[in-house]
């Protein structure tokens, strides 16, 4: 019975870390905004989102129209939620300070 009890626990564990999407802020904006925004907030393609940047002055609502509608060469990212959004937006705010 020990032992079935430990099994049930690793496919558990597994079931629930494979294949799901990220969740937390910082995984979220690396998987849908790092690789063009820089994973240390720093900028690639896209500017720079970090502390001091000019994005940081700009509001919650335009990020989320930058987001939503796409802005310039950043095209539009439709499959967040708002809430997943929220979380970016968030994450992104902490970071800026
Ligand atoms: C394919 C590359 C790409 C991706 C992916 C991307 N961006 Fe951008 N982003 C850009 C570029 C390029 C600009 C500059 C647009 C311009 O002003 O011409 C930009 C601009 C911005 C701005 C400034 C908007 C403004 O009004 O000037 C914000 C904020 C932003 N991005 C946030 C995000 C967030 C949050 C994500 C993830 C959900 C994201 N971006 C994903 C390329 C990208």
């Known amino acids: 019975m020990k032992r079935l009890g430990v099994w049930l626990l690793l496919v558990g564990l597994?079931?629930?870390?494979c294949g799901q999407t990220p969740t937390t802020g910082p995984a979220l904006y690396a998987r849908h905004c790092?690789?063009?925004h820089g994973g240390d907030l720093a900028g690639?393609?896209?500017p720079a989102l970090g502390a001091g940047s000019e994005a940081a002055a700009e509001?919650?609502?335009s990020y989320?129209?930058?987001v939503r509608e796409g802005v310039g060469d950043m095209p539009a990212t439709a499959r967040l939620s708002d809430e997943q959004l929220d979380k970016i937006i968030a994450y992104l705010r902490e970071a800026q300070g």
């Not at 597994?14 to 870390?17: D, H, T, V």
Request: charged content about 10%.
């Open 14 to 17: 597994l079931l629930s870390g």
């Open 34 to 36: 790092g690789a063009c």
């Open 44 to 46: 690639n393609v896209g």
């Open 59 to 61: 509001s919650d609502a």
């Open 64 to 66: 989320r129209a930058a």
